[in-house]
């Protein structure tokens, strides 16, 4: 029972380039969310999904597209990357109205 | 709109002092509470939770008091030790959304031996 894994770990980007962050769960959740943190900012909502070909806009969307094909995975997209998205991301499920479960994270940064 | 305000860090302590984490919130309705812990290196995990006013929430020796009146959740615990070192989160889930959280800017706490 791994719980919520997220791929990559570490990635660099040049400003413009696209990427897609992977995230993993086994606990068979029915919600995922991902957050963007920054130092001094705590944890903000980027998107989130409420169930399989379902999502919603959280706090700070922009520049980010989001896909949930399958239960299990959660994948967010970075378009043409910003230094502004230069972040540490995170992953999290849960069951509707109840604990969320947090991955080990994703360091971007954008040059 | 729903906010969370958190004690500013950094907190630097000696093994077994007093620890006391300041929350306080912004919120519509009852919201629900939680403090989350992230280690070094991790990321988020679930430490305690109240979910109704006068609630009590403990794990691990930490405990937080929902407190409607004052609209706090401070966080504490007896006796600290060097392993309770990492950076704790206070968060708030309201009751509409889709099980958000709102989470505070985070108190890095390192306990010296």
């Known amino acids: 029972n791994a719980g919520v894994t997220q791929t990559p770990k570490f990635r660099v980007l040049k400003t413009g380039q696209s990427m897609t962050l992977l995230c993993a769960q086994d606990m068979n959740h029915e919600y995922m969310y991902w957050y963007r943190q920054d130092p001094g900012m705590g944890l903000r909502l980027i998107h989130y999904s409420v169930g399989e070909g379902t999502t919603a806009k959280g706090e700070v969307p922009d520049g980010y597209n989001v896909s949930r094909l399958k239960k299990q995975n959660f994948l967010l997209g970075l378009e043409s990357a910003a230094p502004s998205q230069t972040s540490v991301y995170f992953c999290?499920?849960?069951?509707?109205?109840?604990?969320?479960?947090f991955g080990p994270g994703t360091r971007l940064t954008v040059l | 709109g729903d906010s969370v305000t958190q004690m500013e860090g950094p907190v630097t302590l000696s093994e077994e002092a007093f620890l006391t984490i300041n929350c306080t919130y912004t919120?519509?309705?009852?919201?629900?509470l939680f403090w989350y812990v992230q280690y070094p290196g991790e990321g988020l995990q679930l430490l305690l939770k109240a979910t109704k006013a006068d609630d009590k929430g403990s794990n691990k020796g930490f405990e937080a008091t929902y407190r409607k009146e004052t609209t706090s959740f401070h966080l504490e615990k007896g006796s600290v030790q060097v392993s309770d070192s990492a950076v704790y989160f206070c968060?708030?889930?309201?009751?509409?959304?889709?099980?958000?959280?709102?989470f505070g800017t985070g108190t890095r706490l390192t306990v010296i031996p």
């Open positions: 968060a708030l889930r309201t009751q509409t959304g889709a099980n958000n959280l709102f």
């Open positions: 919120a519509t309705g009852y919201p629900s």
């Open positions: 999290a499920s849960s069951p509707p109205w109840d604990t969320q479960y």
